[in-house]
């Protein structure tokens, strides 16, 4: 008798020419393999593709040390699900308006997918995805049980009316619904969505589902299932953390002079918490320019920002020449002398030039609030100056570090107070921190905070990883 074996699948060239892991590698030329498949798969994927050599970079020496974890990077780097869907809305001109809506399930090793979601006109596929993949690590940091995911749409929120937004949301909901849960999959805010389309996503998932009440998405009102602190988590968490590692290096926030750029959730609660730790924020800023006080920001200036950006929704530039601010068009606020540097406004905006700028003018600490701000190459000149470089992956965990606080107390079916919040946070944040330097000092690299973030979030997702088998 025959037998008939099916057919193996035909490889690519390119797959052809990739060469297999082997035991007689080195752990640097088995990283490199797979790093090149990441390279091929992902082919033009900048933001993620930067995400993963930043990591990889830093986990070198570890894995060295411990070859065991190489064999987990491969499914590390590959998401465990892309959904990508259509999201039809019509304006208030009825014209019909197409966006395209992502959600990029990373990783679910630790628990539930947990990410925020992100509405801005520059959104694709390789922004979520790097979004998500650092992910991993932040939520591995706060310690609490919380997998990764990422997810959001090209459409912009800017210059739209509340019905607009409103009915955008509705739809972009209508398709996302069915890939999320409580025990599944939780969003949450990010650029561009705020309390505002909070509210309209989780009132479409409860229509949708047949009115169930559950916390399927965190940064929700605290009138209805959102927690204390939550707004503000992001921001004070930067400084907590700030403020852990200047301690660690045996100095002070007190007294510095504070560069902010952003003037969004994340950028409002920095400046408002640098100014209860006794710092003096000089800046703000958004897409068209900044805005510097030379005395610094008193808590009047940051609440007019507030209202300006929150209710009115307007541009800094109608502050120009309001208490003594003087604005600055067209420019990032990395030209003024200061201290301390805290950007709060998106991926990217600090380069090398920025980066050598910011050394010029005495920068000594730079801690990231936006998510992955500074380019490699400008952590590169950080690193070369002996400036104290907090990642954001660590930094930045505030806000996912509340999310999962809230998830606990909806379901507990229960409402912390804003200092029973407030305390957990502090604690989470000086967690983080010590296991940063922790790991640091594991690899002989003292004071090297991203390097030590990186490790720490890894150990734990990749040995988890290994005890769950290979799925």
């Not at 520059?122 to 940091?141: A, M, P, R, W, Y």
């Not at 609440?303 to 601010?325: A, H, T, W, Y």
Request: aromatic content about 8%; charged content about 25%.
């Amino acid at each position: 008798a025959l037998l008939f074996l099916p057919a193996l699948p035909l490889r690519t060239k390119a797959e052809r020419a990739r060469p297999a892991l082997s035991a007689t590698m080195s752990v640097k030329e088995q990283i490199d393999t797979i790093i090149n498949k990441v390279k091929q798969r992902n082919a033009g994927e900048n933001l993620f593709l930067q995400a993963v050599e930043e990591v990889t970079e830093s986990l070198i020496p570890f894995l060295e040390k411990n070859p065991k974890y190489v064999n987990v990077l491969e499914s590390l780097f590959e998401p465990e699900r892309v959904i990508m869907f259509r999201v039809p809305w019509v304006d208030d001109k009825g014209n019909h308006c197409i966006n395209r809506g992502f959600r990029v399930q990373f990783s679910s090793t630790l628990g539930p997918y947990k990410g925020g979601l992100r509405f801005r006109d520059n959104v694709d596929l390789s922004t979520i995805k790097f979004l998500g993949f650092e992910q991993i690590f932040k939520n591995s940091l706060t310690t609490l049980p919380l997998g990764a995911g990422k997810g959001g749409s090209d459409f912009d929120p800017k210059g739209k009316s509340d019905n607009e937004v409103m009915r955008f949301c509705q739809s972009f909901m209508t398709e996302l619904h069915r890939h999320i849960g409580g025990n599944t999959d939780v969003p949450a805010g990010d650029i561009g969505v705020g309390a505002r389309e909070i509210g309209f996503l989780f009132g479409q998932y409860k229509r949708l589902n047949h009115g169930t009440f559950e916390g399927v998405l965190t940064g929700k009102n605290p009138r209805w299932g959102g927690s204390y602190i939550r707004p503000e988590a992001t921001g004070y968490g930067l400084v907590y953390y700030a403020v852990n590692a200047l301690e660690g290096m045996g100095d002070t926030l007190k007294g510095k002079r504070v560069l902010v750029s952003g003037s969004g959730n994340v950028a409002q609660y920095c400046v408002e918490k640098t100014l209860h730790e006794g710092g003096i924020p000089i800046t703000m800023s958004d897409s068209a320019g900044y805005i510097v006080a030379e005395n610094g920001i008193t808590e009047e200036i940051l609440q007019e920002v507030m209202d300006l950006k929150n209710e009115r929704r307007g541009r800094l530039s109608e502050l120009d020449g309001k208490f003594g601010l003087k604005y600055v068009a067209g420019k990032k606020p990395w030209g003024e002398k200061a201290d301390v540097a805290f950007p709060c406004a998106t991926q990217n905006e600090i380069d090398t030039e920025d980066a050598e700028q910011l050394v010029q003018n005495g920068v000594k600490a730079v801690a990231e609030g936006a998510n992955m701000p500074s380019s490699n190459e400008a952590i590169n000149v950080f690193e070369k100056h002996n400036v104290l470089f907090c990642p954001a992956k660590a930094a930045n965990a505030g806000g996912v570090a509340v999310s999962g606080l809230e998830m606990a107390q909806n379901s507990q079916r229960l409402q912390w107070t804003r200092e029973q919040v407030d305390e957990r946070l502090q604690k989470i944040m000086k967690d983080i921190y010590d296991n940063c330097s922790h790991y640091a000092e594991v690899v002989g690299q003292k004071h090297n905070l991203k390097v030590g973030a990186n490790i720490a979030g890894f150990v734990k997702v990749a040995q988890s990883m290994l005890e769950q088998g290979s799925v």
